[in-house]
Nanobody, 118 residues
Framework: QVQLVESGGGLVQPGGSLRLSCAASGSIFRLYVMGWYRQAPGKQRELVAAVTSGGSATYADSVKGRFTISGDNIKNTVYLQMNSLKPEDTAVYYC????????????WGQGTQVTVSS
């Protein structure tokens, strides 16, 4: 089992910044992918950004150039630095972990609300 604890959400004005953190604990395999997904009201959950334990990152087109994902393999923690936030970034953000082991499960955090509004 893997437990994910998220922090860092909140209310911010358009153009502002927030930093999300997600700490993983439990049965962590050294090779994994951790990422952030978001779900806005009435919409499907979508991938925002993900990073592998080797440091390779991928981003949704809508956040490229504004968001940066990074990981700390010693702390098993992933961060999402969000700059130039827009109202359309408003959503519940969920942390996700999946090991590289065949047949492994996805694990999800409880979600943290990000609201971008003036």
């Amino acid at each position: 089992q893997v437990q994910l604890v998220e922090s860092g959400g909140g209310l911010v004005q358009p153009g502002g910044s927030l930093r999300l953190s997600c700490a993983a604990s439990g049965s962590i395999f050294r090779l994994y992918v951790m990422g952030w997904y978001r779900q806005a009201p009435g919409k499907q959950r979508e991938l925002v950004a993900a990073v592998t334990s080797g440091g390779s990152a991928t981003y949704a087109d809508s956040v490229k150039g504004r968001f940066t994902i990074s990981g700390d393999n010693i702390k098993n923690t992933v961060y999402l630095q969000m700059n130039s936030l827009k109202p359309e970034d408003t959503a519940v953000y969920y942390c996700n972990y999946k090991s590289a082991l065949p047949g492994s499960n996805h694990y999800w955090g409880q979600g943290t609300q990000v609201t971008v509004s003036s």
